[in-house]
């Protein structure tokens, strides 16, 4: 093959990244009988400017164009991208490249982007959140404890009514959101158009009744210029947050959605489904936290994280890195896991944690996470031996009880919904 392939040309083990290079983390393992320095040449040669063979002729910015794959240690690579390969606030081309054939190559058995780290003049191409932390709290007139939030459970099957009515005994019970799961959008038992309607009339009401500002996380995932109609529809109503399937959606949608909903005022909620498709194997596809720190370059307000002792795959150390790129402002490198990153003036966004989660577990979801997220407790709520209202209720005298630093046990007993919750599920951890 000499003379043929040109794969280590984009090795440079000496290079030293620019100020403005993109820099790339991957873990790689070769195929048979493919060395580590021709892999990871191949890495920075499919996401730039190569191809299988030499060349009869190149212009002489070709040279110049070339990603240097550098600091190979084991099965780890960085690779630095001039930024002149990527168009400027284009997602879609930034996963075209880092992300894109090299996943398909047969020289690599394994592949997976661990992170990326964007350069200043990069980021400045793209709005962030429109919101973010500080905007979403003065939005909801929350200072201090961690918002909160539940699915009516089932996540689907319920009438408009039903679910309009379940989420009015969810924010009677002190919640502050109401949110609807993923795969809830328009179904014939629950038309999009009648459950903004009930959801509005209830919401306004449970405001009157409790003094607090309340809202909900309403699914618009849709073909891109139906959700931008149902955009619309929720900010008639006066909500002041859309919901968004961010990855099934993908970048290119939820951009347009930051550009409709930032002109409205809205914050965009990002659930990850579909995420584990992508970053569940240790070993190949991309890290939950590399997919949270694109959402908050495209511009989503919120975005899921994980629990780490809830129902979903995910790991203390793996909720913490997703949370650490959504509201970090410099954020610190952590070996093989995390590149540097200086956010600028892009916001910070919330990271929300779901997913099997009750009453028992919110100090350990608060230990993990602080106070600066969202959490949603559902079937920890509706399932509650008194019903919904009580379960929200038993999980705001466990937020009261941690943020005192009171235990739980010793809270129930002046507590009753708490202490009913703690009887039926204590400190489970769902499987």
């Not at 400027?88 to 661990?114: C, D, H, T, V, W």
């Not at 307000?301 to 997703?322: F, W």
Request: aromatic share 8%; glycine share 10%.
């Amino acid at each position: 093959m000499a003379g043929t392939e040109w794969y280590t040309d984009f090795v440079d083990p000496g290079y030293g990244p620019s100020a403005s290079d993109l820099v790339a983390l991957f873990y790689f393992e070769p195929a048979a009988g493919i060395s580590g320095e021709e892999a990871a040449g191949r890495i920075a040669s499919e996401s730039s400017t190569g191809t299988w063979t030499t060349l009869f002729k190149l212009p002489p910015r070709m040279k110049k164009l070339m990603a240097k794959a550098y600091e190979i240690r084991g099965n780890y690579v960085k690779v630095a991208y001039p930024l002149d390969l990527w168009e400027e606030g284009n997602a879609p081309q930034l996963l075209s490249g880092i992300a894109g054939n090299i996943f398909g190559m047969k020289a690599l058995r394994n592949l997976r982007l661990l992170d990326v780290s964007f350069p200043r003049k990069y980021l400045s191409s793209f709005p962030g959140p429109r919101h973010g932390m500080a905007g979403i709290r003065s939005i909801m007139k929350v200072p201090r404890r961690p918002l909160f939030g539940a699915v009516p459970k089932p996540k689907v099957g319920f009438t408009a009514a039903e679910h309009a009515q379940m989420g009015f005994e969810t924010w009677m019970g002190g919640f502050d959101l109401v949110k609807d799961d993923e795969n809830l959008t328009s179904q014939n038992f629950n038309r999009f158009e009648e459950r903004v309607k009930l959801m509005t009339k209830l919401r306004d009401k449970a405001e009157r009744e409790t003094g607090e500002k309340k809202d909900a996380l309403i699914n618009i995932t849709s073909e891109t210029c139906e959700m931008m109609k149902r955009a619309k529809l929720l900010h008639d109503n006066g909500w002041r947050f859309a919901m968004i399937d961010v990855v099934v959606a993908g970048t290119a949608a939820t951009q347009t959605l930051r550009e409709v909903l930032g002109d409205y005022g809205m914050a965009i909620h990002a659930h990850r489904a579909m995420h584990a498709a992508f970053d569940r194997n240790p070993k190949h596809g991309m890290t939950m936290h590399f997919l949270a720190k694109l959402m908050r370059l495209v511009g989503v307000d919120e975005m899921h994280a994980g629990t780490a002792v809830g129902k979903l795959v995910g790991g203390v150390s793996e909720v913490q890195l997703n949370a650490a790129v959504l509201r970090g402002r410099q954020v610190k490198p952590v070996a093989n896991q995390l590149l540097a990153q200086d956010w600028g003036s892009i916001k910070p966004a919330f990271p929300v944690s779901s997913g099997g989660l009750h009453p028992g577990l919110i100090p350990q979801v608060m230990h993990i996470l602080g106070t600066e997220c969202v959490i949603l407790v559902s079937g920890g709520i509706h399932g509650h031996p008194k019903g919904t209202r009580a379960g929200a209720i038993a999980t705001m005298q466990a937020v009261e009880a941690a943020m005192d630093g009171i235990s739980l046990g010793d809270y129930a007993r002046t507590h009753p919904q708490l202490a009913q919750a703690l009887e039926k599920w204590g400190a489970m951890r769902p499987r």
